[in-house]
């Protein structure tokens, strides 16, 4: 069989990484979307909106954080699924934004408008002279560091600790990442956190 190869991080059984933390986002944050519908005079997205609601999420991964904010167009929800891997530079610098803290990022007094759609993270370890780069919607500001922020959050602190366990471990002596062989249609899927149950295949 041929074999692909490409760069991941393998955990110590040689499987793929593990999912460590996973949540839906806050209620507020639903709640913030019905807004958004109701000025629009939206009807097709406050039908839809149990689904684009249910569909959002983010993730932690031994090796990357995952997520998803669906939207609403016209009468079609859409995924905008985004991968940021453990061994980006921006990573190297998460945690709750503050009143204009962390220095030279937002600037903001209220920087998640005191969690009126949610709470939020701020990621900060990248400058714009960072070679590992994340595609993700960047700001730049005159120190040269680059930031972005996640929105819409229930437990703003536990996925904070959870991706800097993620990334230090990932991370660790800068020994993580590895090239390796394998056949695709052999590999193995997730393991299972405790307490997830069982996750079916549809």
């Not at 204009?100 to 701020?122: K, L, R, V």
């Not at 005159?142 to 471990?169: D, F, H, K, Y």
């Not at 020994?175 to 249609?185: L, N, R």
Request: aromatic residues 12%; charged residues 20%; glycine residues 6%.
């Amino acid at each position: 069989m041929p074999t692909t190869k490409f760069r991941r991080i393998l955990d110590p059984a040689g499987v793929e990484s593990r999912l460590l933390y996973f949540s839906g986002l806050s209620n507020k944050y639903k709640k913030w979307l019905y807004f958004q519908a109701c000025l629009r005079l939206d009807c097709c997205m406050c039908a839809k909106m149990d689904e684009i609601f249910q569909s959002s999420f983010i993730a932690v991964y031994e090796n990357r954080m995952v997520y998803n904010y669906a939207y609403n167009c016209w009468c079609c929800m859409f995924d905008d699924v985004k991968t940021v891997y453990m061994d980006r530079d921006t990573l190297a610098a998460v945690q709750v934004p503050g009143c204009c803290t962390p220095a030279c990022t937002h600037c903001s007094f209220f920087p998640t408008c005191c969690d009126i759609c949610g709470e939020g993270i701020i990621f900060f370890g990248a400058s714009v002279c960072s070679k590992r780069q994340q595609n993700t919607d960047m700001f730049a500001n005159l120190c040269c560091r680059t930031w972005w922020m996640l929105g819409g959050l229930s437990n703003s602190p536990a996925l904070v600790a959870a991706i800097q366990s993620a990334r230090g471990e990932a991370c660790k002596d800068g020994k993580a990442y590895q090239v390796v062989e394998m056949d695709p249609t052999k590999l193995v899927t997730s393991a299972q956190p405790a307490g997830m149950g069982k996750m079916e295949m549809s």
